[in-house]
């Protein structure tokens, strides 16, 4: 199995960027297609990206189109989530998910795709 741990989460003012990362160990990260979600306090956990093991496919959320990237580099066993302009509505833990989907274009969108998850890190846009 795969182990997931996000970093670069912390505290922004509206409109400024962060960049999220999710290493994986354990296994290849190739093997996994990968997503992002965020949970705000008392709120269900919403999806924000996902990207397809060979990063040929991917797709946003529509409250982040145009403001998040989502990418990964394989050899770096790694997945990122650039995120600019940033408002106060982006506050949320922001979690990390691999799915061990066997076609190599495919991405996912539900939470009940995901096979494994990461702890989360904490993103918080003051106003």
């Known amino acids: 199995q795969v182990q997931l741990v996000e970093s670069g989460g912390g505290l922004v003012q509206a409109g400024g960027s962060l960049r999220l990362s999710c290493a994986a160990s354990g296994r290849t990260a190739s093997d996994y297609a990968m997503g992002w979600f965020r949970q705000a306090p008392g709120e269900e956990r919403r999806f924000v990206a996902s990207i397809s093991r060979n990063g040929g496919r991917s797709d946003l959320g529509d409250s982040v189109k145009g403001r998040f990237t989502i990418s990964r580099d394989n050899a770096k066993n790694t997945v990122y989530l650039q995120m600019n302009s940033l408002k106060p509505d982006d506050t949320a833990v922001y979690y990390c998910?691999?799915?061990?989907?066997?076609?190599?274009?495919?991405?996912?969108?539900?939470?009940?795709?995901?096979?494994?998850w990461g702890q989360g890190t904490q993103v918080t846009v003051s106003s």
């Open positions: 998910a691999a799915n061990e989907g066997r076609t190599p274009n495919s991405i996912y969108y539900n939470v009940q795709s995901y096979d494994y």
